[in-house]
């Protein structure tokens, strides 16, 4: 049982313009929402995180939003840069549940030149 | 200046035979994970700590261990390796139960 999707395996976009990497999930007890970005033969890089609370939450290039009702969030990354390809992972977690994370298949973010 | 350090990088092991991999943190975070990651999957929870309490997911097979001898500390022992058990190990750590993990570069475990 799947219960964060990314749906898009593979994303390319052109340097300078803007990524967007979609996330869904199904379990209405997600409070907490993590994205993560990897590179080959390296561990997850934390790179921004949303509450339930909120609908949005920014940090310098990166945005994440989150639509509760649609159990859907993105993560936007402008301006895009070749240095941010890499395999973007969301993750979810829930109090309930305490430390554990629920990770999406991850989407491969290609930034042309 | 690493915060969670694996160790190695890369191990190679044979067909049943005991193998260990370690982890540490200079972040002083109460939690630490371990995490199964196999190509083109999403990282899968293993277990956990939580200080000195483990928590061991339902669906983690008996052949995976861990310990956890300190805070610093923690280590991933496969009893009896099979070829399906190739994969990266990823450790991760956070400060407190449902806050944000940190996670190590991962050791790559090849099965021969």
């Known amino acids: 049982d799947q219960q964060v999707k990314q749906n898009s395996p593979s994303l390319s976009v052109q340097e300078g313009r803007i990524s967007i990497l979609n996330c869904d999930y199904t379990n209405s007890m997600f409070d907490y929402f993590l994205w993560y970005k990897k590179y080959p033969a390296e561990g997850p890089t934390f790179l921004i995180s949303i509450s339930s609370i909120k609908d949005k939450n920014e940090d310098g290039r990166f945005t994440v939003f989150l639509n509760k009702s649609a159990k859907h969030l993105s993560l936007h990354i402008v301006p895009s840069q070749p240095g941010d390809s890499a395999v973007y992972f969301c993750?979810?977690?829930?109090?309930?549940?305490?430390?554990?994370?629920?990770f999406g298949e991850g989407t491969q973010l290609t930034v042309n030149p | 200046d690493a915060m969670v350090i694996q160790n190695p990088r890369y191990q190679v092991t044979q067909f049943g035979k005991p193998v260990t991999l370690s982890c540490s943190q200079t972040?002083?975070?109460?939690?630490m994970y371990w995490y199964q990651q196999k190509s083109s999957q999403a990282p899968k929870l293993l277990f956990h700590y939580y200080d000195k309490d483990f928590n061991n997911e339902a669906d983690t097979p008996d052949n995976f261990q861990s310990r956890r001898p300190n805070t610093s500390f923690c280590f991933l022992d496969i009893r009896s390796p099979g070829l399906g058990d190739a994969a990266m190990y990823l450790c991760?750590?956070?400060?407190?139960?449902?806050?944000?993990?940190?996670f190590g570069p991962g050791t790559r475990l090849l099965v021969l």
């Open positions: 972040l002083n975070h109460n939690v």
């Open positions: 991760a750590t956070s400060r407190g139960r449902g806050e944000t993990q940190y």
């Open positions: 993750a979810a977690s829930d109090m309930t549940s305490g430390s554990r994370l629920t």
